[in-house]
Protein backbone atom coordinates (compact mmCIF):
# COMPACT_ATOMS: atom_id res chain seq x y z
CA UNK A 1 0.00 0.00 0.00
CA UNK A 2 1.34 3.76 -0.57
CA UNK A 3 2.01 5.76 1.11
CA UNK A 4 -1.10 8.00 2.56
CA UNK A 5 -0.74 11.57 1.83
CA UNK A 6 -4.27 13.13 0.67
CA UNK A 7 -7.30 11.62 2.38
CA UNK A 8 -10.96 12.59 0.61
CA UNK A 9 -13.90 11.79 2.95
CA UNK A 10 -17.58 11.90 1.83
CA UNK A 11 -20.42 11.72 4.16
CA UNK A 12 -24.55 11.70 3.97
CA UNK A 13 -26.87 11.34 6.15
CA UNK A 14 -25.78 8.24 8.30
CA UNK A 15 -23.46 10.56 10.04
CA UNK A 16 -26.04 12.84 11.05
CA UNK A 17 -28.35 9.63 12.19
CA UNK A 18 -27.14 9.61 15.92
CA UNK A 19 -27.36 13.45 16.56
CA UNK A 20 -31.29 13.36 15.90
CA UNK A 21 -31.36 14.11 11.93
CA UNK A 22 -33.57 11.59 9.34
CA UNK A 23 -31.50 9.97 7.00
CA UNK A 24 -33.46 9.80 3.53
CA UNK A 25 -35.03 6.27 3.90
CA UNK A 26 -35.98 7.03 7.99
CA UNK A 27 -37.83 9.79 6.65
CA UNK A 28 -40.18 6.86 5.13
CA UNK A 29 -39.87 8.78 1.79
CA UNK A 30 -43.07 10.57 2.84
CA UNK A 31 -43.60 13.96 3.86
CA UNK A 32 -47.23 15.07 3.64
CA UNK A 33 -48.01 12.29 0.89
CA UNK A 34 -45.41 13.60 -1.02
CA UNK A 35 -42.12 11.48 -2.27
CA UNK A 36 -39.15 13.43 -0.37
CA UNK A 37 -38.18 13.74 -4.25
CA UNK A 38 -40.98 14.86 -4.92
CA UNK A 39 -40.81 18.30 -3.12
CA UNK A 40 -36.57 18.93 -3.50
CA UNK A 41 -37.04 19.39 -7.30
CA UNK A 42 -36.99 22.50 -9.25
CA UNK A 43 -39.98 21.59 -10.94
CA UNK A 44 -41.66 20.88 -7.35
CA UNK A 45 -41.05 24.68 -6.49
CA UNK A 46 -42.03 25.97 -9.71
CA UNK A 47 -45.70 23.97 -9.09
CA UNK A 48 -46.05 24.37 -5.35
CA UNK A 49 -43.62 26.79 -3.73
CA UNK A 50 -45.61 27.08 -0.51
CA UNK A 51 -45.23 22.79 -0.30
CA UNK A 52 -41.66 23.41 -1.07
CA UNK A 53 -40.62 26.28 1.49
CA UNK A 54 -42.36 24.80 4.32
CA UNK A 55 -40.78 21.44 4.04
CA UNK A 56 -37.36 23.35 4.37
CA UNK A 57 -38.94 25.88 6.90
CA UNK A 58 -39.34 22.86 9.09
CA UNK A 59 -36.15 21.27 8.56
CA UNK A 60 -34.19 24.36 9.27
CA UNK A 61 -35.69 24.61 11.99
CA UNK A 62 -35.06 21.58 13.14
CA UNK A 63 -31.54 21.32 12.21
CA UNK A 64 -30.49 24.19 14.72
CA UNK A 65 -31.77 22.16 17.89
CA UNK A 66 -29.28 19.05 17.04
CA UNK A 67 -25.87 18.56 18.31
CA UNK A 68 -22.45 17.22 16.52
CA UNK A 69 -22.07 14.05 17.75
CA UNK A 70 -18.48 12.39 18.22
CA UNK A 71 -18.46 11.00 14.64
CA UNK A 72 -18.52 14.82 14.07
CA UNK A 73 -16.25 15.78 16.16
CA UNK A 74 -13.66 12.57 15.43
CA UNK A 75 -13.42 13.70 11.49
CA UNK A 76 -12.85 17.62 12.89
CA UNK A 77 -10.12 16.29 15.14
CA UNK A 78 -8.57 14.63 12.13
CA UNK A 79 -9.26 17.74 9.77
CA UNK A 80 -6.90 19.43 12.56
CA UNK A 81 -4.36 17.10 13.05
CA UNK A 82 -3.80 15.51 9.73
CA UNK A 83 -0.85 17.40 8.35
CA UNK A 84 -1.28 15.85 4.31
CA UNK A 85 -3.82 16.80 2.28
CA UNK A 86 -7.95 16.59 3.20
CA UNK A 87 -11.29 17.27 2.09
CA UNK A 88 -14.00 16.27 3.75
CA UNK A 89 -17.10 16.12 1.05
CA UNK A 90 -20.09 16.33 2.67
CA UNK A 91 -23.91 15.58 1.10
CA UNK A 92 -25.32 16.56 3.96
CA UNK A 93 -27.37 20.26 3.89
CA UNK A 94 -26.99 20.36 8.07
CA UNK A 95 -24.23 22.51 10.18
CA UNK A 96 -22.69 19.78 12.25
CA UNK A 97 -19.66 19.11 10.41
CA UNK A 98 -18.87 22.71 10.69
CA UNK A 99 -20.51 23.11 14.04
CA UNK A 100 -17.91 20.21 15.02
CA UNK A 101 -14.74 22.52 14.18
CA UNK A 102 -14.22 21.26 10.62
CA UNK A 103 -12.72 23.25 8.54
CA UNK A 104 -11.55 21.42 5.20
CA UNK A 105 -15.06 20.97 4.08
CA UNK A 106 -17.62 21.10 0.70
CA UNK A 107 -21.09 21.14 1.21
CA UNK A 108 -21.56 19.95 -2.76
CA UNK A 109 -25.52 19.98 -2.18
CA UNK A 110 -25.73 23.14 -0.48
CA UNK A 111 -26.78 23.87 3.01
CA UNK A 112 -30.33 24.14 4.81
CA UNK A 113 -28.61 27.83 7.08
CA UNK A 114 -28.13 29.65 3.59
CA UNK A 115 -30.57 31.36 1.06
CA UNK A 116 -29.62 31.93 -2.26
CA UNK A 117 -31.74 35.36 -4.43
CA UNK A 118 -32.87 33.85 -7.52
CA UNK A 119 -32.80 37.64 -8.53
CA UNK A 120 -29.20 38.82 -8.03
CA UNK A 121 -27.69 35.39 -7.42
CA UNK A 122 -26.86 36.82 -3.86
CA UNK A 123 -26.11 33.47 -1.22
CA UNK A 124 -26.40 34.69 2.40
CA UNK A 125 -27.03 33.17 5.70
CA UNK A 126 -30.35 32.30 6.81
CA UNK A 127 -31.75 31.26 9.95
CA UNK A 128 -35.67 31.62 9.70
CA UNK A 129 -38.36 31.05 7.37
CA UNK A 130 -38.67 31.94 3.98
CA UNK A 131 -42.73 30.80 3.70
CA UNK A 132 -43.22 34.45 4.36
CA UNK A 133 -41.49 35.27 1.71
CA UNK A 134 -38.79 37.88 2.94
CA UNK A 135 -37.00 40.81 0.83
CA UNK A 136 -33.50 39.83 -0.35
CA UNK A 137 -31.51 42.00 1.59
CA UNK A 138 -29.40 42.19 -1.37
CA UNK A 139 -31.02 43.24 -3.55
CA UNK A 140 -34.25 43.56 -2.35
CA UNK A 141 -36.69 42.27 -4.50
CA UNK A 142 -39.68 40.46 -2.94
CA UNK A 143 -40.44 36.74 -2.89
CA UNK A 144 -36.89 36.04 -4.83
CA UNK A 145 -35.35 33.87 -2.12
CA UNK A 146 -35.40 29.89 -2.19
CA UNK A 147 -33.48 27.66 0.04
CA UNK A 148 -29.99 26.88 -1.31
CA UNK A 149 -30.28 23.45 -1.44
CA UNK A 150 -29.13 21.36 -4.78
CA UNK A 151 -32.43 20.02 -5.83
CA UNK A 152 -32.71 17.06 -7.88
CA UNK A 153 -31.83 17.68 -11.13
CA UNK A 154 -29.44 20.92 -10.57
CA UNK A 155 -25.59 20.78 -10.71
CA UNK A 156 -23.86 19.77 -6.82
CA UNK A 157 -21.56 22.75 -6.16
CA UNK A 158 -17.29 22.85 -6.07
CA UNK A 159 -17.49 19.35 -8.42
CA UNK A 160 -14.40 20.75 -10.39
CA UNK A 161 -12.11 21.14 -6.48
CA UNK A 162 -13.64 17.72 -6.00
CA UNK A 163 -12.82 15.57 -8.70
CA UNK A 164 -9.47 17.49 -8.34
CA UNK A 165 -8.53 16.33 -4.65
CA UNK A 166 -9.94 12.84 -5.78
CA UNK A 167 -7.73 12.45 -8.55
CA UNK A 168 -4.80 13.13 -5.98
CA UNK A 169 -6.03 10.69 -3.50
CA UNK A 170 -4.42 8.39 -1.87
CA UNK A 171 -7.44 7.20 0.48
CA UNK A 172 -10.88 6.97 -0.21
CA UNK A 173 -13.37 6.91 3.23
CA UNK A 174 -16.99 6.75 2.00
CA UNK A 175 -18.68 7.33 5.67
CA UNK A 176 -22.50 7.17 6.11
CA UNK A 177 -24.18 6.97 2.47
CA UNK A 178 -26.18 4.74 0.84
CA UNK A 179 -24.56 5.47 -2.68
CA UNK A 180 -27.95 5.74 -4.10
CA UNK A 181 -27.06 9.36 -5.44
CA UNK A 182 -25.06 10.46 -8.24
CA UNK A 183 -22.71 12.08 -9.22
CA UNK A 184 -21.59 11.10 -5.44
CA UNK A 185 -21.95 7.59 -5.50
CA UNK A 186 -19.49 7.69 -8.57
CA UNK A 187 -16.37 8.92 -6.47
CA UNK A 188 -15.07 5.89 -5.09
CA UNK A 189 -15.06 4.96 -9.11
CA UNK A 190 -12.66 7.71 -9.44
CA UNK A 191 -10.43 7.47 -6.20
CA UNK A 192 -9.93 4.20 -7.48
CA UNK A 193 -9.26 4.80 -10.75
CA UNK A 194 -6.46 7.13 -9.01
CA UNK A 195 -5.00 4.64 -7.61
CA UNK A 196 -6.60 5.28 -3.81
CA UNK A 197 -7.76 3.10 -1.74
CA UNK A 198 -10.71 2.92 -0.49
CA UNK A 199 -13.11 2.17 2.73
CA UNK A 200 -16.76 2.18 3.29
CA UNK A 201 -17.93 2.87 7.13
CA UNK A 202 -21.63 2.59 7.13
CA UNK A 203 -24.05 0.66 8.56
CA UNK A 204 -25.02 -1.85 6.19
CA UNK A 205 -22.95 -2.50 2.91
CA UNK A 206 -24.20 0.27 0.41
CA UNK A 207 -25.05 0.06 -3.19
CA UNK A 208 -21.43 0.55 -4.39
CA UNK A 209 -19.92 -1.75 -1.79
CA UNK A 210 -18.79 -4.15 -4.34
CA UNK A 211 -16.07 -0.66 -5.23
CA UNK A 212 -14.35 -0.64 -1.81
CA UNK A 213 -11.51 -2.45 -0.91
CA UNK A 214 -12.14 -2.55 2.95
CA UNK A 215 -16.03 -2.04 4.76
CA UNK A 216 -16.53 -1.57 7.97
CA UNK A 217 -20.21 -1.89 9.30
CA UNK A 218 -22.03 -0.58 12.16
CA UNK A 219 -23.00 3.03 13.76
CA UNK A 220 -20.88 6.22 12.95
CA UNK A 221 -20.35 7.10 16.34
CA UNK A 222 -18.34 3.97 16.70
CA UNK A 223 -16.52 3.36 13.52
CA UNK A 224 -15.77 6.91 12.64
CA UNK A 225 -13.64 7.84 16.02
CA UNK A 226 -11.84 4.39 15.81
CA UNK A 227 -10.90 4.87 12.46
CA UNK A 228 -9.34 8.49 13.01
CA UNK A 229 -7.21 7.68 16.18
CA UNK A 230 -5.72 4.82 14.33
CA UNK A 231 -5.04 7.14 11.44
CA UNK A 232 -3.17 9.74 13.48
CA UNK A 233 -1.81 6.91 15.58
CA UNK A 234 0.32 5.92 12.25
CA UNK A 235 0.80 9.33 10.86
P1 LIG B 1 -29.34 7.98 2.60
O1 LIG B 1 -30.45 8.22 3.56
O2 LIG B 1 -29.67 7.50 1.23
O3 LIG B 1 -28.38 6.85 3.23
C1 LIG B 1 -27.94 6.90 4.55
C2 LIG B 1 -27.01 5.73 4.81
O4 LIG B 1 -26.53 5.87 6.14
C3 LIG B 1 -27.68 4.35 4.72
O5 LIG B 1 -26.87 3.49 3.94
C4 LIG B 1 -27.74 3.88 6.17
O6 LIG B 1 -27.53 2.49 6.30
C5 LIG B 1 -26.58 4.63 6.80
N1 LIG B 1 -26.75 4.91 8.22
C6 LIG B 1 -27.90 5.17 8.90
N2 LIG B 1 -27.63 5.42 10.19
C7 LIG B 1 -26.28 5.30 10.33
C8 LIG B 1 -25.40 5.44 11.42
N3 LIG B 1 -25.83 5.73 12.65
N4 LIG B 1 -24.08 5.25 11.22
C9 LIG B 1 -23.61 4.94 9.97
N5 LIG B 1 -24.41 4.80 8.90
C10 LIG B 1 -25.72 4.99 9.07
O7 LIG B 1 -28.45 9.28 2.59
P2 LIG B 1 -27.35 9.81 1.55
O8 LIG B 1 -26.58 8.65 1.01
O9 LIG B 1 -26.65 10.92 2.24
O10 LIG B 1 -28.15 10.40 0.29
C11 LIG B 1 -29.41 10.98 0.33
C12 LIG B 1 -29.51 12.48 0.05
O11 LIG B 1 -30.29 13.02 1.11
C13 LIG B 1 -28.25 13.29 0.04
O12 LIG B 1 -28.26 14.02 -1.14
C14 LIG B 1 -28.36 14.27 1.21
O13 LIG B 1 -28.07 15.59 0.77
C15 LIG B 1 -29.79 14.24 1.62
N6 LIG B 1 -30.05 14.24 3.10
C16 LIG B 1 -29.30 15.01 3.94
C17 LIG B 1 -29.52 14.98 5.33
C18 LIG B 1 -28.69 15.85 6.25
O14 LIG B 1 -28.23 16.92 5.83
N7 LIG B 1 -28.42 15.43 7.51
C19 LIG B 1 -30.51 14.15 5.84
C20 LIG B 1 -31.29 13.37 4.94
C21 LIG B 1 -31.04 13.43 3.57
Known sequence: MRDIQNIVILTGAGVS????????RDAGGLWEQHRVEDVATPEAFARDPDLVLRFYDMRREAIQTKEPNAAHRA????????????LIVTQNVDDLHERAGAKRLIH????????WCTV??????????????????????PGS??????WFGEMPYRMDEIYD?????D??????????????????REARAAGARTIELNMEP??????????????????VPAWVDAMLDQA
Open 17 to 24: AESGIDTF
Open 75 to 86: LAKLDAEWSGGL
Open 108 to 115: MHGEHLNA
Open 120 to 141: CDMRMPWIGPLLDRPACPGCGA
Open 145 to 150: LRPDIV
Open 165 to 169: ALGSA
Open 171 to 188: LFVSIGTSGAVYPAAGFV
Open 206 to 223: SQGSYWFDEARHGPATRL
